[in-house]
């Protein structure tokens, strides 16, 4: 009985509407592989091109992928019986190569519960992680009009641990190795073939990394089982293995990405620790390439030194160095191939506006047929040999569309000029130079959120570029410890310390004066015997300021240089324990550290009572002091001791009632960096509420205690019935708003990105309007709540143009 797979195949395709090339296109087959199966003459069909062709068909029908698949299997066996292998794998018959050994099952990864929190928790995190790569896909335009064909081949053997123990096959005879060859389509497949469940995929800059790493957490995703980890990205060019261990710096991305996995446990670990710790995650490990180069030994240590099935993107030069003593345990390898020229002929024209009749009658002409003529016809000549060089990896063609598909009026074929462009270096360096003044030379971008009432901002190409160059440069200035991510809450490290410091004295000092006065005014206009001296009030206020200024200053110069995590985003909110106690577990922990911080700033207010009552008193400073001008040393000691008891007192109960009070934030869905900047406003703003009435209650309250206390002389009298209370909310008000400023991550935001860089003419006054605008126009991307420079190589070519600092 003859095989009936060629006019079944070929009445699926007429009933879809497709041509051969249409079909072969989306089945990631040759046009040849699709005729030879539609007339039948192939003899020995090989199982994975028929699942591939029934696989495109059952999308576009909107079919069940098995169900199509057995019917074109079913109609294949008139021609003698074919068995169907367990798990059958796609493999295009062009790049087909058989493995020199059988092929192991693949091994589903097991010990987890297919119910249960985590389980629950574990889904969460897969809707959140698909749904934002998802946005991200649409983002790059990837299906516009369709994905540049990304292919591989296997790694060269010399960068690989050996098959068998890839394969985690018993001592014995070899397994052999794997063929890996495949395409963009096949990546989860190939994936699920690896006994390990540890890939790494290697290429050259640019050559599509980041794509197949989007690609396999879609496809991955897609085809999840309940008990399967998610695969989760993390941008490892931030990771420095000498400091922190893989686990703890996935679980602190975590947190970072997804706040609502800070809450904790019946264990009283976070939810993001559990995950990790029970086997629910499967990094994704982008961008090995960009960790810091003598990090990178250490790095593949700590790789090997845990069992985690992962995903590694890296370029093929840095990890064959980082492998040159040791290779990556369990580990098979993909490396990433060239664009060829038929690519480019199949994908630019159809980026393009057609202008008039092509050379062929079922073609339009467009601005890239004088360039693929050449690169087809003269290969060989000094202009193809040079833009061929360059049209080999996504992301210069993806630079070329910028630059000529989508701009109207410029016409590609310049790239042929050898006299501007002698080199296939030069046309790179034109293609990335013009990137950035070619998107900011269009309208901006339709906002994605329709519910944002702002008015639409724009920046001019030379500003635009001004700033973001400054921002590539700030990531990639040595001894930075963050060389990829754009996080709003590190972009004050772009400031020197000294400058930062400055900024915080200034600050502290203005809110401080600004509080003195208030109160000093209000009492001296409700006391008969004080009349109004507003040049004392200003000078005492300044005073006093500057040295609380100082003294905060220094504090948080200590806290920068110890505490490298101290002025992170908040993942906690402020929650009344209303209707029942807290959830054990909850950031209460964190009392004796709030209670401390707040001992720390209210102690060095009051110290600073020292140099501010030598000032004061000094003879023609003010006229009327209250105190003696000649009180002695042990006086203004004991004062200002009694004073840093009073503050102290009051700042440690409350950030310690803060802290109680803390409980982790309600997130439903991933942090996006407008999000969470969001999230921290409103947080630093309800604390401010609490801390703020609470400083003012414990400084009144604690002055009224001393008032009939043998230490009443020192204080003095006061003038008025409600003057405790009065200077309480001076102590409230400035307290308050020093520790937002110099303490919080939000405050920090607004003193140095929103006010001190935009003076510099470093970033625009509206900062966040503008990173969301380059990532709207394809310059950034978005990489859970932080930003990223779209390529590696953009951010370098950024950050080496001068520019020089303006005002915009």
């Known amino acids: ?484 991510d754009l996080a709003w809450w590190q972009l004050s490290s772009a400031l020197s310390l000294p400058s930062r410091i400055l900024a915080i004295v200034l600050a502290c000092t203005a809110v401080m004066t600004g509080s003195t006065i208030l109160a000093t005014s209000a009492l001296e206009l409700t006391s008969i015997n004080r009349p109004l001296n507003l040049s004392a009030s200003l000078l005492g206020g300044l005073v006093l300021g500057l040295s609380t200024g100082l003294a905060l200053g220094l504090l948080y110069g200590i806290a920068v240089v110890f505490g490298k995590e101290a002025f992170n985003p908040s993942r906690v909110r402020l929650k009344l324990p209303i209707g029942g106690r807290q959830k054990a577990g909850t950031p209460s922990r964190r009392l004796p550290t709030a209670f401390g911080a707040g001992l720390l700033v209210g102690l060095a207010a009051g110290l600073s009572y020292i140099p501010a009552h030598y000032v004061l008193l000094f003879p023609g400073v003010v006229d009327g002091a209250q105190l003696e001008i000649q009180a002695p040393v042990e006086t203004v000691l004991i004062r200002s001791l009694l004073y840093a008891s009073i503050y102290g007192t009051a700042g440690s109960l409350a950030l310690g009632l803060m802290a109680t009070l803390e409980t982790p934030l309600d997130v439903g869905s991933a942090a996006t960096p407008a999000g969470l900047l969001a999230i921290n406003r409103n947080t630093v703003i309800r604390q401010a509420l609490l801390v703020a009435p609470v400083i003012t209650i414990a400084v009144a309250g604690t002055y009224q205690v001393l008032e009939g206390s043998s230490v009443q002389g020192l204080l003095g009298p006061p003038e008025v019935p409600w003057e405790w209370l009065a200077r309480g909310g001076e102590c409230g008000l400035a307290g308050t708003l020093s520790y937002v400023l110099a303490f919080t991550a939000w405050g920090q935001w607004v003193l140095f990105t929103r006010i001190a860089l935009p003076l510099t003419g470093r970033l625009p006054w509206a900062t966040m309007a503008f990173l969301d605008d380059a990532y709207h126009r394809g310059v950034l991307r978005q990489v859970g709540a932080v930003y990223q420079f779209r390529h590696a190589r953009l951010q370098s070519h950024l950050s080496s143009v001068p520019h020089t600092s303006g005002h915009g």
């Open 1 to 484: 009985m003859s095989s009936q797979i060629g006019p079944l195949l070929r009445g699926l395709r007429l009933e879809v509407g497709l041509t051969q090339e249409q079909l072969a296109q989306q089945a990631g087959l040759g046009v040849r592989t699709v005729q030879r199966l539609e007339t039948g003459k192939p003899t020995d069909v090989r199982m994975g091109t028929v699942r591939q062709v029934a696989h495109a068909l059952a999308d576009t029908l909107g079919r069940d992928r098995d169900e199509v698949w057995q019917e074109l299997l079913t109609a294949h066996r008139g021609q003698g019986e074919v068995s169907v292998p367990a798990s059958p794998r796609p493999a295009p018959e062009e790049i087909h190569r058989p493995s020199t050994g059988p092929v192991p099952e693949p091994v589903r990864p097991g010990g987890r519960p297919t119910g249960g929190m985590l389980a629950e928790v574990a889904d969460t995190l897969a809707h959140d992680v698909r749904s934002r790569w998802i946005r991200e896909e649409e983002q790059r335009r990837i299906h516009d009009p369709f994905p540049l064909p990304v292919r591989w081949r296997s790694a060269p053997e010399g960068l690989l641990d050996h098959w068998d123990n890839i394969s985690g096959v018993a001592p014995g005879p070899s397994s052999g190795p794997l063929s890996l060859d495949g395409d963009l389509a096949q990546i989860t497949d190939i994936y699920r073939r690896i006994g390990s469940r540890r890939l790494v995929v290697l290429g050259r800059a640019g050559s599509g990394k980041t794509m197949l790493m989007l690609r396999f957490v879609l496809d991955y995703l897609g085809t999840r089982s309940s008990d399967d980890p998610v695969p989760v990205v993390f941008s490892i060019g931030s990771w420095d293995p000498a400091v922190t261990g893989l686990r703890d710096w996935l679980i602190d991305r975590l947190l970072r990405d997804h706040p609502n996995l800070a809450a904790r446990t019946a264990g009283r670990s976070t939810l993001a620790a559990a995950l990790v710790d029970a086997g629910w995650i499967l990094p994704v490990l982008d961008g090995f390439d960009e960790i810091a180069v003598g990090l990178h030994r250490a790095a593949l240590a700590e790789l090997n030194a845990i069992s985690l099935p992962l995903l590694l993107t890296s370029r093929t030069e840095q990890f064959a160095d980082a492998t040159a003593i040791g290779v990556l345990r369990k580990a098979a390898g993909i490396e990433l191939t060239d664009l060829t020229t038929t690519d480019l002929a199949h994908y630019l024209p159809r980026t393009a506006r057609p202008t008039g009749q092509g050379e062929l009658p079922d073609r339009a002409a467009t601005v890239w047929d004088p360039v693929l003529d050449e690169l087809c016809d003269q290969p060989n000549s000094p202009a193809g040999i040079n833009l061929t060089a360059v049209l080999r990896t996504p992301l210069m063609v993806l630079l070329a569309r910028t630059l000529y598909s989508d701009t109207p009026g410029q016409d590609p074929a310049d790239l042929l000029d050898t006299a501007r462009f002698p080199t296939s270096e030069a046309i790179e360096e034109h293609l990335l130079a013009d990137f950035v003044p070619t998107v900011y030379a269009r309208h901006p971008p339709a906002r994605p959120d329709a519910a944002t009432l702002r008015p639409r901002r724009t920046w001019d190409a030379q500003r635009a570029q001004r700033y973001l160059g400054h921002l590539a440069g700030h990531l990639d200035r040595p001894g930075q410890r963050d060389r990829q």
